[in-house]
């Protein structure tokens, strides 16, 4: 494999141990597909085959793309090991994150974005015409239950998307042949987070864990009514562990933003909180390890849970219903409601439909990456890639591609807009005066989505 060299200098990047390293970067917009994506890295350059990690030393960079749901470092934290230097991850805008690409040389980009910033990162990599460029990466961070179409559009052009299931990928190509665009970088892998101990019942152990997400359901009083059967269920059980386990903490934004957090629905409730029950952060497969039982409405983590065989329910209290995402478990075996569960029910999931899923419960998890991973390398083997060819361009989507371009600076051609510059070209000084103006901007942001978007809703109701 011919190393790859950096586009502004003639000698290849090295490796500290001096030897020519395969250069990968990470570049996510939130914590859960930072977690996507930096596990993504790994499982693409390491593996139980003839991976690229035995021919090169691999340095992974990570690049946080600044915005509402730029994570913060306690929640980097909780994500958990993922084998990136704390030293190596900084927060950078689009343009910044163009000219890194620019000027590192990287091999692998991992796009670990939402669909628009996919496609405008791809836009923008395409208008910098490298004479080499990275083989770009990209995908979904879990369960694809809406926006299917779109979503998918947005990230035609990359070299890779990955499936994280062999129902998806058959989705994912349905979807791009369908509309006459190239389908042939759809990959089937599965999600890169999966692993763990197998489920072991332990003497004495009986612990619920409730998954909570933020944005689903979306209503008060949808969110009061799950909150306040799960405080009955731990009162009903008393010698049973409940946890509700958290995403964020208020103020803090993931991939979707959450305009009621359970934990301020929990003090507005009456009556106080059983001894038994507790909320609960951290990591979801440190949680996973003392769980007995796995309830959620529509949670990537069900797929986690399933992965270990953790008896694992779905709720159907609200509704089987696709603004929930429920509805991706039809056939499954999982959807119940608490009424059952209250009884002592536990759902056994169907193996068929796990198959499916890239679950992986079987043992062939260590294999999943197999496909993806001789992807990458062959594509890093060429002498040159092709450009960069998304579906949406400015004679196919003059409507719709300006305003995404747009959203992160870039002219419908892909470069960056006037005005659009890098702290470097800033000055360091003004450069703290933007992040203090940013980090005040953001705050406001989260306020007014937290506290009074819902009154402004309200008001509206009367």
Not at 131 to 143: H, L
Request: aromatic share 6%; glycine share 10%; charged share 25%.
């Amino acid at each position: 494999m011919p190393p790859r060299t950096s586009n502004t200098a003639d000698q290849a990047v090295t490796a500290s141990d001096g030897s020519t390293a395969l250069r990968v970067a990470v570049l996510a917009d939130s914590d859960t597909r930072w977690k996507w994506g930096a596990l993504t890295a790994r499982r693409l350059t390491t593996g139980t085959d003839a991976s690229l990690a035995h021919e090169r030393p691999v340095e992974v960079s990570g690049l946080l793309l600044r915005g509402r749901a730029t994570p913060t470092p306690r929640q980097l934290a909780e994500v958990g090991e993922v084998g990136i230097e704390a030293g190596r991850v900084r927060e950078v805008t689009a343009v910044e994150f163009l000219h890194t690409v620019r000027d590192e040389g990287y091999d692998i980009v991992v796009l670990a974005l939402v669909g628009g910033a996919v496609q405008a990162m791809l836009h923008g990599l395409a208008a910098l015409e490298l004479p080499r460029r990275p083989v770009i990466v990209t995908g979904y961070v879990g369960v694809v239950y809406e926006k299917l179409a779109d979503g998918l559009l947005l990230r035609h052009g990359a070299d890779v998307v990955l499936a994280n299931s062999r129902h998806d990928a058959g989705r994912f190509r349905a979807v791009y042949e369908g509309v006459g665009a190239d389908a042939s970088a759809v990959t089937e892998a599965a999600l890169p987070f999966l692993g763990g101990a197998p489920h072991r019942p332990e003497e004495g152990r009986d612990t619920v864990v409730f998954a909570a997400q933020p944005s689903v359901p979306a209503s008060r009083a949808d969110r009061t009514y799950l909150l306040r059967r799960l405080i009955e269920h731990a009162r009903l059980h008393p010698r049973r562990e409940v946890l509700l386990k958290l995403r964020s903490k208020p103020g803090e934004h993931t991939t979707h933003i959450e305009e009621l957090p359970y934990q301020r629905l929990a003090e507005k409730l009456p009556g106080g909180l059983p001894p038994n029950f507790r909320l609960v952060y951290g990591h979801m497969g440190e949680v996973l390890d003392r769980t007995d039982l796995l309830v959620t409405v529509s949670s990537t983590a069900a797929l986690e849970s399933l992965h270990r065989r953790i008896p694992t329910a779905v709720l159907s209290d609200l509704g089987v219903r696709e603004t929930l995402g429920n509805h991706h478990f039809i056939g499954s075996g999982l959807l119940t409601s608490w009424d059952r569960l209250d009884g002592g029910f536990r759902p056994r999931p169907d193996e068929e439909w796990l198959a499916g899923q890239g679950v992986a419960a079987d043992g062939t998890y260590a294999t999943a990456y197999d496909t993806a991973r001789a992807t990458v390398t062959a594509l890093l083997e060429r002498d040159q890639l092709p450009p960069l060819a998304p579906y949406y361009t400015p004679a196919t989507a003059p409507g719709y591609l300006p305003g995404i371009l747009a959203r992160h600076h870039l002219g419908p051609d892909g470069h960056p807009l006037p005005g659009a510059v890098t702290p470097r070209e800033t000055g360091r000084v003004r450069g703290v005066v933007r992040e203090t103006v940013r980090n005040a901007a953001r705050g406001a942001y989260r306020q007014g989505v937290q506290r009074v978007a819902p009154v402004i809703r309200r008001m509206g109701e009367l």
